[in-house]
């Protein structure tokens, strides 16, 4: 059974910082894994997605990392902004069954 | 392109009363998936459906709850005899056909509330 971690659960950095969010899985083998961004009450966004054999995606200020044999994905959100609050949820899929992590929720002060 | 819908966007019922849920795919979409998030927990896996076949439903509770995405109208995730427990935010995801890269695209969720 696939579990995956995310670490720290909190996060509460000055405007400006460069924001480091961990997650983990494992059972390497994954179909993809996505990032997704979910504000309080609302649905999720989907940030960025990483096939198996990619390394890394990019989307503006965030990039995302996989390093599937150690079971990691690194999202880095550089330059952060107020905006930026949220929790931030790494999901994998096994083929088309998605296992969240239980997020990161970060919070940026202005 | 209008986004994956779902309605209602909230939802009380009393114990022991029903409650449908609805969501309609992205255009294009023929996948549909439902996740639910019980309050301070993570988003878990209830079923994956194609129009007219269930193809997993590991997820879901053996009594109580079902699910149909019918040839033609939304996706209908139904609770029969809710029960406090039920609570919990339901949200619904949809994928186009299978290109090789399965991207899930999630509606803005409904909540219930049982009373």
């Known amino acids: 059974k696939q579990e995956v971690t995310q670490i720290p659960a909190a996060l509460s950095v000055p405007e400006g910082e460069n924001l480091v969010l961990n997650c983990s899985f494992t059972?390497?083998?994954?179909?993809?894994l996505q990032w997704f961004r979910q504000d309080p009450g609302k649905g999720l966004t989907s940030l960025l997605l990483?096939?198996?054999?990619?390394r890394e995606q990019t989307s503006g200020r965030l990039n995302a990392s996989l390093d599937k044999s150690s079971g990691r994905s690194t999202l880095y959100i550089a330059a952060s902004q107020p905006g930026d609050s949220a929790t931030y949820l790494c999901?994998?899929?096994?083929?088309?069954?998605?296992?969240f992590g239980a997020g990161t929720t970060v919070t940026v002060r202005a | 392109n209008a986004g994956v819908m779902q309605n209602p966007r909230h939802l009380v019922r009393r114990r022991g009363q029903e409650a449908r849920l609805r969501c309609s795919p992205m255009k294009g979409h023929s996948h549909v998936y439902w996740y639910r998030q019980l309050p301070e927990e993570g988003l878990k896996f209830m079923v994956y459906?194609?129009?007219?076949?269930?193809?997993?439903e590991s997820g879901m509770p053996k009594e109580r709850f079902s699910a149909e995405f019918p040839k033609e109208g939304p996706s209908i995730l139904r609770i029969q005899q809710v029960v406090r427990g039920d609570s919990a935010a339901y949200f619904c995801?949809?994928?186009?056909?299978?290109?090789?890269?399965?991207?899930?695209?999630f509606g803005p969720g409904t909540r219930l509330t049982v009373l």
């Open positions: 990483i096939q198996s054999s990619q």
């Open positions: 059972d390497s083998a994954i179909y993809n």
């Open positions: 459906l194609q129009k007219e076949n269930i193809i997993d």
């Open positions: 995801a949809s994928s186009p056909p299978r290109t090789g890269v399965n991207e899930q695209f």
């Open positions: 999901a994998v899929t096994d083929d088309y069954k998605l296992s």
